[in-house]
Nanobody, 124 residues
Framework: QVQLVESGGGSVQAGESLTLSCEGS????????MAWFRKAPGKGRVGLAI???????SYDDSVKDRFTISKDYAKNTLLLQIDSLKPDDTATYYC??????????????????WGQGTQVTVSS
């Protein structure tokens, strides 16, 4: 059974950096595609970044200059580094996992497994 547990969120000041973690268990971390989404208050879940089973990453244009997705294969952990945080980054951040191959990855419905989310609040 796939389990994903996010951590690393918190309350930070604008301009600071934060690294979110998503620890995975119950699946072969090396063959799964994984992604980060976020959901801001009053908005839908938005895809931010995806990383494939080989470690190749793609980003939504809105975050590609400040967000870095990576996998720590030794710890079965997905990471998201966020630099130069802005108040607009305030949201609940979720990781997702699947073996579907990445087509339509921005659609939350494409992903079969989700973590519970970690809250990031950025104050100005």
């Amino acid at each position: 059974q796939v389990q994903l547990v996010e951590s690393g969120g918190g309350s930070v000041q604008a301009g600071e950096s934060l690294t979110l973690s998503c620890e995975g268990s119950g699946f072969d971390f090396s063959i799964y595609w994984m992604a980060w989404f976020r959901k801001a208050p009053g908005k839908g879940r938005v895809g931010l970044a995806i990383i494939d089973h080989n470690g190749d990453a793609s980003y939504d244009d809105s975050v590609k200059d400040r967000f870095t997705i990576s996998k720590d294969y030794a710890k079965n952990t997905l990471l998201l580094q966020i630099d130069s945080l802005k108040p607009d980054d305030t949201a609940t951040y979720y990781c997702a996992a699947d073996t579907f191959g990445g087509t339509g990855w921005r659609d939350p419905g494409s992903w079969g497994d989700w973590g519970q989310g970690t809250q990031v609040t950025v104050s100005s």
